[in-house]
């Protein structure tokens, strides 16, 4: 059972860190604009580091919770990671489409 409660919250946690990453991306570009990182070659202080960084350190801070969560309510939990990752796909989509 510990390792259906551990994928569970692995795939909440990575779900997340796509999500964030899109939520940033669209923040920053509403807040700070910036050269398409895509036309960027290269640079020490590119924001696309800065982004993955944070939200990587965010989502490491879901993983207990997650965990937690799934060990209390793995049904609820697993329905929630059901719809975590489409719903992740497509803001990361969205992000890209519309922020590149």
Known sequence: MRRVEAAVAAILALSSVTFLYA??????ALLFPEPNPALVVWSTRIAMFWRIGVVVYASLLIVPMALRWARRD???????AVWAVPVAAVTL???????P
Do not use: D, G
Not at 74 to 80: E, N, P, S
Not at 93 to 99: L, R
């Open 23 to 28: 939520a940033v991306r669209v923040v920053q």
């Open 74 to 80: 793995l049904a609820a939990a697993c329905r929630a």
């Open 93 to 99: 989509a969205v992000q890209a489409a519309v922020f």
